[in-house]
């Protein structure tokens, strides 16, 4: 089985900062990797997804997340917000083998970008 | 239309009552989930078809019941609900190959149950 932790529910963050929102997993097998945004009153959508080759993968809109094996960890930065990324934004995980198309994904956490 | 669409986006029932969520994909694909997003809690598979049949059911309680009568179309029947339903239903769809597939989800429905 496979957990997935959003340690921070939170993050407030000025517009231009830059911001870090944390993911680590849980699985006894390897796994695939996705960070998906919520905009308010919609449904999820994809951001960017680790499937293998370079550690570091990036999204159209200046996000990036570099998956780490020996800390378990997939976490998402953008050096400079804009007001427009204000969302919730979920990590999830697949398993290589086994875990067909079921993704397990964290609690979320909520990015209010503020002037 | 494009993507997954999902009628009603909102919807107050009593726990006498039954209704039917609808879910739509235009992207081609062949596999349908159904997901319940509650409040501070990890988002929760429901039901999984693929070829539309139902390959998972989450533990889900009897009075949730899906139908996927084809590829492009699943809905979510609801009767006799509890309070404690009352959550965000999200539908996603993808293409079943085996691999990590990219979900695309609709926009969900608002469920409240009285």
């Known amino acids: 089985a496979q957990s997935v932790t959003q340690l921070d529910s939170q993050v407030p963050v000025f517009e231009e900062a830059p911001v870090e929102l944390r993911c680590n997993y849980s699985s006894s097998v390897s796994v695939y990797l996705f960070w998906y945004v919520q905009y308010p009153n919609q449904g999820l959508q994809l951001l960017l997804k680790?499937?293998?080759?370079?550690?570091l993968v990036e999204s159209i809109n200046g996000f990036e997340a570099e998956f780490n094996k020996s800390q378990t960890s997939f976490h998402l930065r953008k050096p400079s917000v804009h007001i427009s990324d204000t969302a919730e934004y979920f990590c999830a995980v697949i398993p290589l083998t086994g875990g067909g198309n079921k993704l397990t994904f964290g609690t979320g956490t909520q990015l209010k970008v503020e002037l | 239309e494009t993507g997954v669409t999902q009628t009603p986006r909102h919807l107050v029932m009593g726990m006498t009552n039954k209704k039917s969520l609808k879910c739509e994909q235009h992207?081609?694909?062949?596999?349908m989930y159904w997901y319940k997003q509650s409040a501070k809690k990890p988002l929760e598979l429901m039901f999984v078809?693929?070829?539309?049949?139902?390959?998972e059911n989450n533990s889900v309680p009897s009075r949730f019941s899906p139908e996927c009568p084809n590829s492009s179309h699943l809905f979510l029947h609801l009767h006799t609900l509890q309070p404690e339903d009352s959550a965000l239903y999200l539908c996603?769809?993808?293409?079943?190959?085996?691999?990590?597939?990219?979900?695309?989800f609709g926009p969900g429905t608002r469920l409240t149950v009285l």
């Open positions: 996603a769809s993808s293409i079943s190959g085996g691999g990590p597939d990219t979900q695309y």
């Open positions: 680790y499937l293998s080759g370079s550690t």
């Open positions: 992207l081609g694909h062949n596999a």
């Open positions: 078809y693929n070829f539309k049949e139902q390959t």
